[in-house]
């Protein structure tokens, strides 16, 4: 265990209102960690499909090597998933989960690489932040 170290968490979602799951991860040839029907949420005003990838979450000390693994899964991909988001409607998402104690925080910096690719695909992200 790395007791100063935060643990970080990134994932790729591609959500929206109604759409085959199955469709989505044959076009990109690769299995999700997980999905989820609009069916399976708990309250109709938030409920929509979602393909999710995600990275286990780990110790480290930066969120862009965690982002790095998802980026390296995606990466030839950008043609894909931008068919799929124009055609199927969808949001491309991806969101940084931090767990850290008492200020013990990561660098937050999203290089360069990331970014391109990011903005490759238009994708927004979004950073969630848990201090105990």
């Known amino acids: 265990m790395e007791p100063n170290l935060p643990r ?3 994932g790729f979602y591609l959500t929206g209102d109604d759409f ?3 469709y989505v991860t044959a076009k990109l040839g690769i299995l999700p960690t997980n999905m989820r029907e609009r069916k ?7 409920a929509h499909t979602s393909w ?5 979450k780990e ?3 930066a969120v862009c090597y965690q982002f790095e693994k998802l980026i390296r899964e995606l ?3 950008e043609a894909i998933i931008n068919e799929l988001f124009d ?13 850290m104690e008492n200020g013990d925080g990561p660098e937050l910096v999203l290089t ?9 695909i238009n994708a927004e992200v979004g950073f969630d932040i848990y201090v105990d």
């Not at 999710?52 to 286990?56: D, N, R």
């Open 40 to 46: 399976d949420f708990p309250v109709s005003a938030m």
């Open 59 to 61: 110790f480290s000390k």
């Open 87 to 99: 055609n199927l409607n969808l949001e491309v998402i991806f969101t940084v989960v931090i767990n």
């Open 8 to 10: 970080i968490c990134v």
């Open 112 to 120: 360069k690489e990331i970014i391109g690719f990011v903005s490759a």
């Open 20 to 22: 085959d799951l199955n």
């Open 52 to 56: 999710e990838l995600e990275t286990e």
């Open 75 to 77: 990466r030839g991909k």
